[in-house]
């Protein structure tokens, strides 16, 4: 790999987590991880599924970089995997997304909350 495309981003996983709370609405938010690159990125803040999925979402083409390109999230979500996390799970995955990149537990983080999502 040169280094022009070792400084480029290019997101392997996309993930959707809504975190249940008490209210009838959800808080979503979307993670995009390169597992080559150990690069995250991340954005959230809606309430509504709908209005997420009108956001074009910037990605970076290099790590260090000011260029962006988008994508819309509608096109985003058919491919990305979707995780229902109560306030402790969600909890879990903000901590593992901002600690040192570590590929075991992120996969150790997905079997376990996938597995629970088909049982």
Avoid: C
């Avoid at 959707?16 to 959230?44: C, P």
């Avoid at 803040?45 to 994508?71: I, M, N």
């Avoid at 979500?77 to 306030?87: Q, R, S, T, V």
Wanted: charge should be positive.
């Amino acid at each position: 790999m040169n280094r022009r495309q070792r400084n480029k981003i290019v997101p392997n996983i996309w993930i959707i987590a809504a975190k249940r709370s008490d209210t009838a609405h959800h808080y979503f938010a979307l993670y995009a991880i390169d597992w080559r690159r150990g690069a995250r990125l991340s954005w959230e803040g809606w309430t509504r599924y709908e209005e997420f999925l009108q956001f074009h979402v910037p990605v970076k083409r290099k790590v260090e970089g000011r260029a962006h390109s988008s994508k819309p999230a509608a096109q985003i979500a058919k491919k990305a995997l979707f995780l229902y996390l109560n306030e402790t799970q969600y909890e879990e995955l903000e901590q593992l997304f901002y600690q040192s990149f570590s590929k075991k537990r992120w996969k150790v983080f997905m079997k376990e909350h996938t597995r629970k999502e088909e049982a």
